[in-house]
């Protein structure tokens, strides 16, 4: 690890650096996460086809600008904890879910694939919320933001299952 000049309290101190090369390997999981959804919601926001697609379509193309803003977010604070953000050589795709789906009119494939990449999402930031905890009130702070980000996305496609769900689609 270079060298930095420590601080006496915080997760820059000294006595820390265990729990910093920890929580490191915490936000380069998170990067590669939103760096995955980006690719995922890129492909999904193109593929779907028919009228109710539109809906589906435009929210992703919002989230796409989100979860970059997220991957963009993870990668300054690696490089502010003396990290090193990794080459996409290290990548290794787990988004089974949101593979293109058999049918490009099946929106319920999507829309379940979303769900299940926001539900991951908020699992692994309210594990690093709670990692930092009284160790890294910054970070801690910044995924706190995020992670609101990611319950709204999510609440908003649960709302569109339940529409499907409704008329007896889903
Ligand atoms: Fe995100
Ligand atoms: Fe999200």
Redesign the pocket.
Known sequence: MATHTTTTAGILSEGKTAEREELLELLKKAYW??IE?VMSYIANSVNPDGVRAQEIIESLEQDIE??LG??KQFAARIKELYGVVPGSSDFQAEQTYLQPPEHQTDIVHVIKGVIEAETG?IEHYNRVIEFTDGLDFVTQDMVIA?LR??EG?RRLFEGYLREYEAEGLA
């Open positions: 996460m939103e959804t989100e979860e997220h991957a999402a995020i980000d990611e996305h």
